[in-house]
T-cell receptor
Framework: IAGITQAPTSQILAAGRRMTLRCTQDMRHNAMYWYRQDLGLGLRLIHY???????GKGEVPDGYSVSRANTDDFPLTLASAVPSQTSVYFC?????????????FGEGSRLTVL | GQNIDQPTEMTATEGAIVQINCTYQ??????LFWYQQHAGEAPTFLSY??LDGLEEKGRFSSFLSRSKGYSYLLLKELQMKDSASYLCAVMDSNYQLIWGAGTKLIIKP
């Protein structure tokens, strides 16, 4: 089934540890995004990539890094996790040539930092 | 600053009609989106409005007034499966999406 796959689904992590959330899409979309979703707040953009080889900072990039070596993969890395990074993380993609700009989301990765 | 406002929670009865409002103040406007998100799941696209007026898609309709910075999502013939959060998002002049916090819709039998 075409779509976006995220891993892991959930993870409990000790503060100070390094963590990479994986995201893979098979729709050949050129744009990809990482959001975090916290209770009572809207989705907040962490980083984005308009095309393979390029990345950009979103609204809340501090403490996170991304890479886009190819079209399909867009991993998100927390270099040294802190409790405030406890959240649900969603990867998304879009076909930026389409008129609607519709986003397709992965199922999310629930991260708890203790 | 940029802001999207929508009610935190609404309750409606199965079979009825409900209107979820969204007001926005953004730097520019390149379209407004509605997404549905069931608890514990990913958001899924419902509608996109860039011109004023009503867009109808089955039981769901979305309305936009750019001059008023206002949109609503209208759900007809409510079903229990419509219980979910409904997210309003606006694309600003930089083509970045600004998201509201979402409206949790509770459907009662």
């Amino acid at each position: 089934i075409a779509g976006i796959t995220q891993a892991p689904t959930s993870q409990i992590l000790a503060a100070g540890r390094r963590m990479t959330l994986r995201c893979t899409q098979d729709m050949r979309h050129n744009a990809m995004y990482w959001y975090r979703q916290d209770l009572g707040l809207g989705l907040r953009l962490i980083h984005y990539s308009n095309t393979a080889g390029t990345t950009g900072k979103g609204e809340v990039p501090d403490g996170y890094s991304v890479s886009r070596a190819n079209t399909d993969d867009f991993p998100l890395t927390l270099a040294s996790a802190v409790p405030s990074q406890t959240s649900v993380y969603f990867c998304a993609s879009s076909d930026s040539d389409a008129n609607t700009g519709e986003l397709f989301f992965g199922e999310g990765s629930r991260l708890t930092v203790l | 600053g940029q802001n999207i406002d929508q009610p935190t929670e609404m309750t409606a009865t199965e079979g009825a009609i409900v209107q979820i409002n969204c007001t926005y103040q953004t730097s520019g406007f390149n379209g407004l989106f509605w997404y549905q998100q069931h608890a514990g799941e990913a958001p899924t696209f419902l509608s996109y409005n860039v011109l004023d007026g009503l867009e109808e898609k089955g039981r769901f309709s979305s309305f936009l007034s750019r001059s008023k910075g206002y949109s609503y999502l209208l759900l007809k013939e409510l079903q229990m499966k419509d219980s979910a959060s409904y997210l309003c998002a606006v694309m600003d002049s930089n083509y970045q999406l600004i998201w509201g916090a979402g409206t949790k819709l509770i459907i009662k039998p």
